[in-house]
């Protein structure tokens, strides 16, 4: 019994304790977010009011601490970004703007702290790569609904600011957790300049070469969308430690 009550209270005392976070160390993550559009690009047609859009994202992380406190952080992920608008007049028309981007972000994160539960800070650019794009037009009132292939209307690529903080949480030995707030806004505009023979573009020359950088129906100037989205992060990491 004495043998099992001095196990016990190792174990405890192993899984409590903090470690030393310098070295490697490599996990992965989920998230869940909440997404937007800024500056709405309606191709022309009037602009709906934005609504509540969620997505969810995550991948692999792999960094390095050069001290307990300073180090790197890069990732691969599969994130989901997009806008959801409805008629401001209730007549039940509903666009959904869905896409879908490979995410790498190059982040310094500090932590701070030494015992169980670490705080931490992170902020570095982002580098996302367009995989899918679709828009829904939903007409509620009429129940019909009209999905559209959309990939050619958005920049294949777009750059911008990722940062966030939360805690890293002690659970075993080179095992940690990490939950916290995360949030990206995109310095690029994701509205497709290549110049494209679609009808549905805009080309007020007649040239048969449009764009889908639409001016906007309200002040007939055309407005760079951003992309942005906020929400948790949490996951799991294994520190490579001697």
């Known amino acids: 019994m004495k043998q099992l009550t001095a196990f016990i209270a190792l174990f405890l005392c192993a899984a409590t304790a903090s470690f030393a976070q310098i070295g490697a160390h490599a996990g992965i993550h989920g998230m869940f977010n909440t997404l937007w559009i800024i500056n709405q690009n ?29 180090g790197l952080q890069t990732e691969l992920n599969s994130i989901k970004m997009g806008q959801n608008y409805e008629n401001s007049h209730g007549t039940g028309q509903v666009r959904k703007y869905n896409t879908s981007y490979i995410g790498i972000p190059l982040l310094l994160k500090y932590t701070s702290g030494e015992g169980t539960v670490k705080f931490y800070g992170q902020i570095g650019p982002q580098f996302n790569f367009l995989s899918n794009a679709n828009i829904e037009y939903t007409d509620t009132s009429a129940t019909t609904s009209v999905t559209i292939s959309a990939k050619d209307r958005f920049s294949k690529t777009d750059v911008g600011l990722n940062f966030g ?5 002690d659970i075993l030995p080179h095992l940690y957790l990490n939950a916290g707030l995360s949030f990206y806004y995109g310095f690029t505009d994701i509205n497709s300049k290549t110049a494209t023979a679609d009808p549905l573009a805009y080309d007020p020359n007649g040239t048969g070469s449009g764009t889908w950088r639409w001016p906007s129906p309200v002040n007939h100037k055309y407005e760079a969308s951003h992309n942005g989205y906020g929400g948790l992060d949490v996951g799991i990491h294994y520190m490579f430690i001697h």
Do not use: Q
Request: cysteine-free.
């Open 165 to 169: 903080l939360g805690a890293n949480i």
């Open 42 to 70: 309606s191709y022309g047609a009037e602009e709906y009011d934005y609504t509540l859009k969620t997505g969810v994202g995550g991948g692999l992380v792999l960094g390095y601490n050069f001290t307990d406190h300073i």
